[in-house]
T-cell receptor, first 109, second 113 residues
Framework: SQQGEEDPQALSIQEGENATMNCSYKTSINNLQWYRQNSGRGLVHLILIRSNEREKHSGRLRVTLDTSKKSSSLLITASRAADTASYFC?????????FGPGTRLSVLP | DTEVTQTPKHLVMGMTNKKSLKCEQH?????MYWYKQKAKKPPELMFVYSYEKLSINESVPSRFSPECPNSSLLNLHLHALQPEDSALYLC????????????FGQGTRLTVV
């Protein structure tokens, strides 16, 4: 079953621009995580935000969490061609990571 | 060592074959996972092992059989698969079942012919 839903599903931007991806979820969560997947490869963990946190930064990444709206956003600033990948939010409840459908980001040089 | 190693990277098997996928981690993680991912779709959970015991089986057909021989190893035994089982199979591990990041292997690309 899918818990998170990303928006948009596909995004194309120019190098240097910012990319914003949104994620909505349905039930209460312990935390929310964002992962990146390069084409056909494994997923790489980017950032984890706990349910009692509202914002978190890691390098060029900024994640926000609004538990009242059951939504999160991932902002990548000053994008690079190497940021081209699929990005998934994952909600964590019980012993299960449930992934949203993902956003395919293309950063054009 | 923060790696999860999966073998083989690619596997082609016939519908009558028996094969196994292997996953190994040496991070001392006590939760290990198998996910199935179809093209342009998110990973879907298949099995969770917690402290070497199967804790979640997401209604996976019996032609997929997981095994956790010890805390570092996770196998997925395959038998009598169907062409629609062709997918990327991902193994992951995490320190515990909740509130921690998951580390993923690079996956096994399985093709059933």
């Amino acid at each position: 079953s899918q818990q998170g839903e990303e928006d948009p599903q596909a995004l194309s931007i120019q190098e240097g621009e910012n990319a914003t991806m949104n994620c909505s979820y349905k039930t209460s969560i312990n935390n929310l995580q964002w992962y990146r997947q390069n084409s056909g490869r494994g997923l790489v963990h980017l950032i984890l935000i706990r349910s009692n946190e509202r914002e978190k930064h890691s390098g060029r990444l900024r994640v926000t969490l609004d538990t009242s709206k059951k939504s999160s956003s991932l902002l990548i600033t000053a994008s690079r061609a190497a940021d081209t990948a699929s990005y998934f939010c994952a909600t964590d409840y019980g012993q299960n990571f449930v992934f949203g459908p993902g956003t395919r980001l293309s950063v054009l040089p | 060592d923060t790696e999860v190693t999966q073998t083989p990277k690619h596997l082609v098997m016939g519908m009558t074959n028996k094969k196994s996928l292997k996953c190994e981690q040496h991070m001392g993680h006590r939760a290990m996972y198998w996910y199935k991912q179809k093209a342009k779709k998110p990973p879907e959970l298949m099995f969770v092992y917690s402290y070497e015991k199967l804790s979640i089986n997401e209604s996976v057909p019996s032609r997929f059989s997981p095994e956790c021989p010890n805390s570092s190893l996770l196998n997925l035994h395959l038998h009598a698969l169907q062409p629609e089982d062709s997918a990327l199979y991902l193994c992951a591990s995490s320190r515990g079942p909740q509130g921690t990041e998951a580390f993923f292997g690079q996956g096994t690309r399985l093709t059933v012919v």
